[in-house]
């Protein structure tokens, strides 16, 4: 195939397009520029196919619904590889192949692939182009849809293509739907508004820094320049250059004394970094800028502190759950220019999914294309129902979400959707106890990936699904981070999901999480009372601001509490996981983990529990 005018002469990027193009046989190869004029003869193209359909400009301008295939609505864990050349290296917790036989099982799947598709190409920055946190990539897919996603999630286009200079490195990424429009044999076949194959990949080889994703064209399966590359092949990066990759938002807190403050967080998927990164406090005087809402890049500054970027230029949100109680900042966020994926349409050509409001419509079309009303007993909108949408268009977005250097984080925070057990808040005392609280997360599941919805699982630092190496050495590299930095960020855990007997949530969360932040803005400062407990440092009961707030006393004490059975469960639960890594878990964890026991179920008798 040949590649007559193309934006670029560097060779090391024709060759792996003219090699890509070789195995995959689409009919032509398009170089795109992230204009607006590509985006809108894209759009038009799949509104033709059906993969799009238009809203109505009055109601929802510039915005568009699609419907994914039905078997094609969330990560793929279970399908998601990690090659390294050494199984350790890819560690107990990730899927490992021997990079040699996945090269050549990919060779197999991918080759023509993308006959009688269009082969795009889409050059990629992740963070501002250019700036000394930020890396580049290329993509090509035979999605028109991820085209269009990857325009709005990454700084896309002619920039980044520029960026690529002979020797510049960047991440060669190759994603295909698997669903070619012509057979071996040359038959035809009609294409369908979202092509996709039950075989599935999402290929990692973290040593040569190189993405293949097939058969999927849903979220964090397809826009790699998200989950595959920012984590999994970020997480590398950083380990081997003193960084961090993760999956956490960032944002900017701004006090009545108008201190500013910026806070790191991560959660798993689908447990609340969209809703945190956009709060609206319910507390007056107190201000919150939104940074990023899932990864956050992290490197030792000049100065000694830690500077984090978002390296997104977009959002890909949990539309279920938002709402104009909830967050109402997304809410203003999605009024135009928004691309919505397996939400409900309204027969008035609008978008709907539970918890947009309290009462659904008489009648709407569910996610799968059908037709719906209250009693039909099923969710209009998939659970992992998304929007994608510019950061830009974000009412509460950081004037510093566009600095190249980053912002320094002041304190990283651990969270996870428990019932029990976890408090709402708990400060660690140094960074090493802060770590042991990243790797001992563990949250409910959600819909956000493949799996039983509800059930208890490990998830340290939020990053199961996403460490591109060993989760033990990802321990050890977040431990050596102390002797990198001059500033240590405060280290926090905190849970939004605690419920009573019976049953509801004991924290009314959202706008109200302000408290929380409030109360770690004031443990920065030095002036909020804190009670030792086994766990960490957690509020006096007068140590949050509750005023104004309808939470009874005992909901609070609830809340605060760490009961030393249920937590020395916990112990026995995290003992057992982390047996898995055997020789390379971390002495100084296992330290932790023996202290917590100790303190949990102190020797009776004896002056050592004093
Ligand atoms: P990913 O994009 O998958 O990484 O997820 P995320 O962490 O950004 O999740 P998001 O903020 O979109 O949260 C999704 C779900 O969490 C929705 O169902 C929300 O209603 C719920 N949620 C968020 N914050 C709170 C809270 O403070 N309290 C309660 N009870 N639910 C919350
Ligand atoms: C997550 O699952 O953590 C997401 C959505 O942010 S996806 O991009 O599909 O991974
Ligand atoms: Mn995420």
Same mark, same amino acid.
């Given at each position: 195939?040949?590649l007559?005018?193309?934006p670029?002469?560097?060779?090391?990027?024709?060759?792996?397009?003219?090699a890509?193009?070789r195995?995959?046989?689409?009919?032509?190869?398009?170089?795109?520029?992230?204009?607006?004029?590509?985006f809108d003869?894209?759009?038009?193209?799949?509104?033709?196919?059906?993969?799009l359909?238009p809203?109505?400009?009055?109601?929802?301008?510039?915005?568009?619904?699609a419907?994914?295939?039905?078997s094609d609505?969330?990560?793929?864990?279970?399908?998601?590889?990690?090659?390294?050349?050494?199984r350790?290296?890819?560690?107990?917790?990730n899927?490992?192949?021997?990079?040699?036989?996945?090269?050549?099982?990919?060779?197999?799947?991918?080759?023509?692939?993308?006959?009688?598709?269009?082969?795009?190409?889409?050059?990629?920055? @992740?963070?501002?182009? =250019?700036? &000394?946190?930020?890396?580049l990539?290329?993509q090509? !897919?035979?999605?028109?849809?991820? $085209?269009? %996603?990857?325009?709005? @999630?990454?700084?896309? =286009?002619? &920039?980044?293509?520029?960026?690529?200079?002979?020797? !510049?490195?960047?991440?060669?990424? $190759?994603? %295909?739907?698997?669903?070619?429009?012509?057979d071996?044999?040359?038959?035809?076949?009609?294409?369908?508004?979202?092509?996709?194959?039950d075989?599935?990949?999402?290929?990692?080889?973290?040593?040569?820094?190189?993405?293949?994703s097939?058969?999927?064209?849903?979220?964090?399966?397809?826009?790699?320049?998200?989950?595959?590359?920012?984590?999994?092949?970020a997480?590398?990066?950083?380990?081997?250059?003193?960084?961090?990759?993760?999956?956490?938002?960032?944002l900017?807190?701004?006090?009545?004394?108008?201190?500013?403050?910026?806070?790191a967080?991560?959660?798993p998927s689908?447990?609340?970094?969209?809703?945190?990164?956009?709060l609206?406090?319910?507390?007056?005087?107190?201000?919150?800028?939104?940074?990023?809402?899932?990864?956050?890049?992290?490197?030792?500054?000049?100065?000694?502190?830690?500077?984090?970027?978002n390296?997104?230029?977009?959002?890909?949100?949990v539309?279920?759950?938002?709402?104009?109680?909830s967050?109402?900042?997304?809410?203003?966020?999605?009024r135009?220019?928004?691309?919505?994926?397996?939400?409900?349409?309204?027969?008035d050509?609008?978008?709907?999914?539970?918890g947009?409001?309290?009462?659904?419509?008489d009648?709407?079309t569910d996610?799968?294309g059908?037709?719906?009303?209250?009693?039909?007993?099923?969710?209009?909108?998939?659970?992992?129902?998304?929007?994608?949408?510019?950061?830009?268009?974000c009412?509460?977005?950081?004037?510093?979400?566009d600095?190249?250097?980053?912002?320094?984080?002041?304190?990283?925070?651990?969270?996870?959707?428990?019932?029990?057990?976890?408090?709402?808040?708990?400060?660690?005392?140094?960074?090493?106890?802060?770590v042991?609280?990243?790797a001992?997360?563990?949250?409910e599941?959600?819909a956000?990936?493949?799996?039983?919805?509800?059930?208890?699982?490990?998830?340290?630092?939020?990053?199961?699904?996403?460490?591109?190496?060993?989760?033990?050495?990802?321990?050890?590299?977040?431990l050596?981070?102390?002797?990198?930095?001059?500033?240590?960020?405060?280290v926090?855990s905190?849970n939004w999901?605690?419920?009573?007997?019976?049953?509801?949530?004991l924290?009314?969360g959202?706008?109200?999480n302000?408290?929380?932040v409030?109360?770690?803005?004031r443990?920065?400062?030095?002036?909020?009372?804190?009670r030792?407990t086994p766990?960490?440092?957690?509020?006096?009961p007068?140590?949050?601001?509750v005023?104004?707030?309808?939470?009874?006393?005992a909901?609070?004490?609830?809340l605060l509490?760490?009961?030393?059975?249920?937590?020395l469960?916990?112990?026995g639960?995290?003992e057992?996981?982390?047996?898995q890594?055997g020789?390379?878990?971390?002495?100084?964890?296992?330290?932790?983990?023996?202290?917590?026991?100790?303190?949990?179920?102190?020797p009776?008798?004896?002056?050592?529990?004093?």
């Amino acid at each position: 195939m040949g590649l007559s005018g193309t934006p670029t002469t560097n060779e090391a990027v024709l060759g792996w397009v003219r090699a890509t193009a070789r195995l995959t046989q689409p009919d032509e190869v398009v170089w795109c520029d992230g204009s607006q004029a590509e985006f809108d003869r894209l759009t038009a193209q799949m509104v033709t196919a059906g993969t799009l359909v238009p809203l109505n400009p009055d109601l929802r301008p510039g915005s568009f619904l699609a419907r994914s295939a039905p078997s094609d609505v969330a990560r793929v864990e279970s399908r998601t590889f990690i090659a390294s050349h050494r199984r350790e290296d890819a560690g107990p917790t990730n899927n490992w192949r021997e990079p040699e036989a996945l090269r050549e099982e990919l060779a197999g799947v991918f080759s023509g692939s993308m006959r009688g598709r269009t082969m795009y190409v889409v050059p990629f920055s @992740m963070g501002p182009v =250019g700036g &000394p946190i930020s890396q580049l990539g290329i993509q090509v !897919t035979d999605s028109p849809y991820v $085209v269009v %996603s990857m325009r709005t @999630m990454t700084r896309m =286009g002619s &920039p980044a293509l520029a960026a690529i200079t002979p020797g !510049t490195p960047f991440v060669p990424a $190759v994603h %295909s739907v698997g669903m070619p429009l012509v057979d071996a044999a040359g038959r035809h076949r009609d294409d369908v508004a979202w092509p996709c194959n039950d075989l599935k990949y999402v290929a990692h080889f973290p040593e040569t820094r190189e993405i293949f994703s097939f058969g999927s064209g849903y979220g964090g399966n397809a826009l790699l320049g998200k989950k595959c590359f920012a984590l999994r092949i970020a997480s590398v990066m950083a380990r081997d250059e003193g960084w961090l990759a993760e999956h956490m938002l960032v944002l900017k807190v701004t006090s009545p004394q108008q201190r500013v403050f910026h806070l790191a967080a991560a959660f798993p998927s689908a447990c609340g970094k969209t809703n945190l990164a956009m709060l609206r406090p319910t507390i007056p005087g107190w201000r919150v800028e939104t940074i990023g809402d899932d990864i956050a890049w992290m490197r030792p500054g000049p100065d000694g502190e830690l500077r984090a970027i978002n390296p997104e230029a977009g959002f890909f949100g949990v539309a279920p759950g938002t709402g104009w109680s909830s967050n109402p900042t997304a809410m203003e966020m999605l009024r135009e220019n928004v691309i919505f994926t397996n939400v409900a349409l309204t027969d008035d050509g609008d978008v709907w999914w539970e918890g947009m409001t309290e009462e659904a419509p008489d009648h709407l079309t569910d996610w799968r294309g059908r037709s719906w009303t209250p009693g039909s007993g099923t969710p209009a909108a998939h659970p992992n129902a998304r929007f994608t949408v510019s950061a830009a268009q974000c009412p509460s977005i950081a004037e510093e979400f566009d600095a190249p250097e980053g912002v320094a984080i002041d304190a990283i925070l651990f969270g996870g959707r428990r019932r029990s057990n976890v408090p709402l808040v708990a400060q660690a005392g140094d960074w090493s106890q802060g770590v042991f609280m990243g790797a001992t997360i563990s949250s409910e599941r959600t819909a956000a990936a493949e799996g039983t919805v509800g059930e208890l699982r490990h998830d340290p630092f939020a990053m199961l699904p996403f460490a591109g190496y060993n989760m033990a050495d990802y321990f050890a590299h977040w431990l050596s981070m102390r002797d990198r930095l001059t500033r240590l960020p405060e280290v926090f855990s905190v849970n939004w999901f605690r419920r009573g007997d019976d049953g509801r949530f004991l924290w009314p969360g959202f706008g109200e999480n302000s408290r929380v932040v409030e109360w770690i803005c004031r443990r920065l400062e030095g002036s909020a009372d804190a009670r030792h407990t086994p766990v960490g440092l957690v509020p006096t009961p007068s140590g949050v601001n509750v005023a104004g707030l309808d939470v009874p006393a005992a909901d609070l004490a609830e809340l605060l509490a760490v009961d030393p059975t249920a937590w020395l469960d916990e112990v026995g639960r995290l003992e057992r996981w982390f047996a898995q890594f055997g020789h390379r878990f971390p002495a100084e964890l296992r330290g932790h983990l023996d202290l917590l026991r100790y303190r949990l179920d102190p020797p009776t008798g004896g002056d050592l529990a004093a």
